[in-house]
């Protein structure tokens, strides 16, 4: 019912940048928090950044101070700015949205998920 679509990803090296972004489609009325989770090779998946409806945010402590999540509720988009980029981010970066239904509770959407190559 909600489709996410990340892009964004690609190659870069230590010490550079990259933008994640995030599109929302479908039924996009009511959701919720949006956000970004990473799973490299073997290791399990893990929250990078999260943000409210109402703006707050939650950062994994690996990432603070270098990573900037935003959103623009106007376009259904949510963004992940990438600064000071180290080998250990490499992984794949999948999108993540929640929606209230109208039964009540919560329900999670993911993206298709996007590469991220830190270089050393």
């Known amino acids: 019912q909600v489709q996410l679509v990340e892009s964004g990803g690609g190659l870069v090296q230590a010490g550079g940048s990259l933008r994640l972004s995030c599109a929302a489609s479908g039924s996009i009325f009511s959701i919720n928090d949006m956000g970004w989770y990473r799973q490299a090779p073997g290791k399990q998946r893990e929250l990078v950044a999260l943000?409210?409806?109402?703006?707050?945010?939650n950062y994994a402590d690996s990432v603070k101070g270098r990573f900037t999540i935003s959103r623009d509720n106007a376009k259904n988009t949510v963004y992940l700015q990438m600064n000071s980029l180290k080998p250990e981010d490499t992984a794949v970066y999948y999108c993540y949205a929640d929606k209230a239904t109208s039964e009540g509770f919560l329900r999670d959407y993911w993206g298709q998920g996007t590469q991220v190559t830190v270089s050393s």
């Open positions: 943000i409210t409806s109402g703006g707050r945010t």
